[in-house]
């Protein structure tokens, strides 16, 4: 049967899986149930609770063993702090490694903490790893949102838009458009949305390309030649593009060869492609 105070600390870390500011709780009701003067959880990515240096005799503790001061004591370091002032428990796990510090700065520990910290350490490594790998997964998410966001591309399923289609409709001031599959529809604010097989709509902002000055360094173009290959990747015809850029139809088609020797394509579809499948069209 699990007791009582273990319950609030194991809901708690249930807690800090999903809000890395929780682990303060956590370690709150330690101090709590342990009388400690203050606690600290050291993990590969960060440092919760009491501000304090990392002691360099906690990176050789084997995991899953409660040390005492007097053990510290005997590991530590000449810049690690004076274990022998209080009273201290440590305990490490790995996969990944933490440490849990325990510090009381009157009285001392008892021998059931020490049995409590054996039995609680891997359900803390396990919230860790969770909160860890939410982490890496929001991260992920982000990245991910930020490129649709920046190529124009959002989706509208059955539960709505997702959050880059969101802010698209918001920015172009309309609603979601229910579209039947294969069929294509352009919306007011430079929208354009296409019904997928699958009954979801594809949103598309037709961004630009970046400017000229970005072109030319991810090419190996001169900036005369990127121009004219944004130009071209936007869909102009060559013929159009040269007169917008103040070249003569002679220097507009040696640019273009120029280009597309250089990008290794072997015309104007080749280019656009090129352009637009590659990071250049996300910014």
Request: aromatic fraction near 6%.
């Amino acid at each position: 049967m699990i007791a009582n105070e273990d319950t609030e600390i194991l809901l708690a870390l249930g807690h800090a899986t999903r809000d890395g500011h929780a682990w303060g709780h956590v370690l709150a009701l330690l101090c709590g149930q342990m009388q400690a003067s203050r606690a600290t959880l050291f993990t590969e990515r960060a440092v919760h609770g009491a501000a304090v240096p990392h002691p360099d005799c906690f990176a050789v503790l084997r995991p899953n063993r409660v040390y005492t001061a007097e053990e510290l004591t005997d590991r530590a370091g000449p810049f690690d702090p004076d274990f022998s002032t209080g009273d201290h428990r440590v305990i490490a796990a790995q996969g990944p490694r933490i440490c849990l510090w325990l510090h009381r700065a009157r009285g001392v520990f008892r021998a059931r903490d020490s049995s409590r910290l054996s039995s609680l350490i891997p359900h803390v490594a396990q919230a860790v790893a969770l909160a860890q790998e939410r982490a890496t997964l929001a991260a992920a998410l982000d990245r991910a949102q930020s490129l649709q966001w920046r190529a124009g591309l959002g989706l509208i399923g059955p539960e709505g838009p997702d959050s880059t289609a969101a802010r698209l409709l918001a920015e172009a001031g309309t609603h979601a458009p229910s579209l039947a599959p294969g069929t294509l529809a352009k919306p007011p604010g430079g929208l354009s949305a296409y019904g997928l097989p699958d009954g979801k709509t594809l949103l598309r902002f037709n961004r630009p390309l970046p400017a000229p000055e970005q072109i030319a360094p991810a090419l190996g173009l001169t900036l005369s030649e990127a121009r004219l290959a944004r130009a071209l990747g936007q869909g102009q015809s060559l013929q159009k593009a040269s007169a917008a850029l103040g070249l003569t139809r002679e220097t507009g088609r040696s640019y273009a060869k120029q280009i597309y020797a250089k990008t290794g394509v072997s015309g104007q579809s080749g280019l656009m492609r090129l352009l637009w499948s590659s990071a250049l069209a996300f910014g």
